[in-house]
């Protein structure tokens, strides 16, 4: 794929995933026990041979440039590949932080313009989903495509949460042209949404974009260059088959999750997803231990967890720790997350080296309403929080 150079749209803090999202942008949250939402794109970029990668950053990216690194972790090291991290940056004139996905690729220009390809790929990096971009690349040339959009089904119900295309003709299968597109519309004229993934004729791209800057008022792909090229130009609509978790609010963050426990047909163990495991020291971690006392069931135990106590239906990050009699049931605990002795955690997601005090309670009890809550019955705990011993916190609390 030496002709197409991608773009990681991966700045964005998404409030609705609350404490998750305080101290990193979205792209930056684990999941699935080893990794972060950006290892997906980037470990599809890796698996489709596309070798050159900036990365458009902006929201606390401290974790975020840490973890990706020079993206050797992904293979993107040699003489034709890169992983560029790529933060506004101050200029002569007009410079500014990014107000939105055209903006940001508008000030990252002059990287486009270093690589000589006809094709550049756009692509949101906080989304879960298993693609190869190849196939999409081969659609855009057969159909003699300007621009290509990807979508995925989803139900009726719904839908209009995202940017809604309609697309007609060609191969149903594949994909067809792009006749209509309305981001989250209130009456969705079909179900195949928006992935956020565009490939552009790269001075399409660059026209599109610079367009927008001078005469545009606001600065989105889905709200303003999408639909502005509908009718215009060539463009196509390929249709993904699979799996892609949204993960926009915290009970979608949480289904994703526990959806790589196996419980779905996903065949995650195929998708040869890469992370960094020098990132917050994974790889001098001892395997797991488990005590004879302690009982796991159906849930994923990564490097450095000492568990004595009880789990069911959990992902526990590396270096977690369970003590003795605390029971952990429907969680995702991130690394270095400790549960104290008789402690009782159910359906709770706690952020790196949270403390749950012994004895404590935490999710699914019954108490007094919490001051901070969130619509939902899911437990949050923010980063580093001790939570005293034998304290008692209901379902929904958001604990900080």
């Known amino acids: 794929m030496a002709r197409t150079v991608a773009l990681i749209l991966a700045g964005g803090r998404v409030d609705e995933l609350g404490v998750l999202t305080l101290h990193r942008p979205k792209s930056a949250v684990f999941f699935g026990g080893m990794y972060r939402v950006i290892d997906f794109p980037l470990s599809n970029l890796m698996n489709s041979g596309i070798e050159r990668v900036g990365i458009l950053s902006q929201y606390r990216s401290t974790s975020l440039l840490r973890h990706v690194g020079i993206g050797s972790s992904w293979d993107f090291v040699g003489r034709n590949r890169c992983a560029t991290l790529l933060p506004p940056q101050k200029r002569i004139a007009g410079s500014d932080w990014y107000k939105g996905t055209t903006d940001a690729v508008f000030q990252n220009l002059d990287f486009l313009e270093e690589y000589d390809h006809d094709y550049t790929l756009v692509l949101s990096g906080d989304h879960v989903y298993r693609m190869d971009y190849g196939a999409m ?19 009726r119900e719904g839908a209009g949460r995202f940017g809604i295309g309609v697309i007609e003709g060609g191969d149903d299968d594949e994909g067809g042209r792009l006749t209509g597109y309305e981001e989250k519309p209130e ?4 179900t195949w949404a928006s992935m956020t993934i565009y490939l552009f004729r790269k001075e399409l791209l660059v026209e599109a974009v610079s367009r927008q800057a001078e005469h545009g008022s606001s600065w989105e792909f889905g709200r303003d260059i999408l639909p502005s090229l509908v009718g215009r130009c060539a463009v196509y609509g390929w249709k993904h088959r699979g799996y892609w978790a949204y993960c926009r609010s915290v009970e979608e963050f949480w289904r994703a999750n526990i959806d790589f426990l196996g419980q779905s047909d996903i065949g995650f163990e195929e998708w040869n997803i890469r992370t960094n495991l020098d990132d917050k020291n994974l790889r001098d971690l001892p395997p797991a231990y488990l005590s004879e006392e302690s009982r796991v069931v159906r849930s994923r135990v990564t490097y450095g967890c000492r568990i004595e106590g009880n789990v069911r239906g959990c992902i526990l990050f590396p270096g977690v720790r369970v003590g003795k009699g605390a029971v952990v049931t429907d969680s995702i605990l991130f690394p270095y997350v400790r549960v104290g002795e008789g402690a009782v955690v159910e359906k709770v997601i706690a952020d790196e080296m949270a403390l749950i005090g012994a004895g404590a309670r935490v ?8 001051r901070e809550r969130f619509d939902g019955d899911i437990t949050l705990i923010e980063k580093e929080t001790s939570i005293p011993a034998k304290s008692i916190y209901p379902s929904g609390a958001v604990l900080s």
């Open 137 to 155: 690349i081969d659609f855009h040339e057969r159909m003699g495509a300007d621009v290509t959009a990807a979508f995925v089904e989803v139900p």
């Open 187 to 190: 009456k969705p004229r079909s």
């Open 363 to 370: 999710g699914g009890a019954e108490a007094a309403p919490h």
